[in-house]
């Protein structure tokens, strides 16, 4: 749901070709990223035994909440701009806690330190060359 709330509220913002281009660049960047998250899921289920056509219906379900928060996020923000910045503060905080709570540590067990810094690293050096590619 937060990543979609940055994407309406991305969408949101200025109406111009400028405003337009942001909100492209962070769909696509949270489109990229969500490729893996999904196939995660379905490996999961299909190490779980589940068929891999029950694995691809819940990885496909679990980015119906993206939508949602896409579209909360245009109509709440679109239409009261004064709260533009709150949600984008409210989406990026959010992002940044299941970050912060969730994955880094996750990726930091059994002595993967060093390879999950970096990848991390290089993730977030894509995405501004990304960014900077499409502005």
């Not at 219906?57 to 909440?65: C, D, E, R």
């Not at 959010?94 to 690293?121: C, D, K, W, Y």
């Amino acid at each position: 749901m937060p990543e979609g709330l940055a994407v309406g509220a991305a969408y949101a913002g200025p109406q111009d070709a400028a405003g337009a281009q942001t909100g492209a660049s962070v769909a696509l960047a949270i489109g990229l990223q969500n490729m893996p998250e999904g196939l995660i899921v379905a490996m999961a289920l299909r190490t779980l035994g589940r068929s891999a056509a029950q694995a691809w219906g819940v990885a496909a379900l679990t980015g119906l909440a993206e939508p949602l928060g896409a579209i909360l996020g245009l109509a709440v923000l679109g239409s009261l701009p004064a709260f533009y910045p709150l949600g984008l503060a409210l989406a990026a905080g959010a992002m940044l806690f299941v970050v912060s709570h969730e994955i880094i540590p996750e990726t930091h067990r059994n002595g993967f330190e060093t390879l999950a810094t970096g990848t991390l690293l290089a993730g977030f050096v894509f995405m501004l060359l990304l960014d900077a590619a499409l502005n």
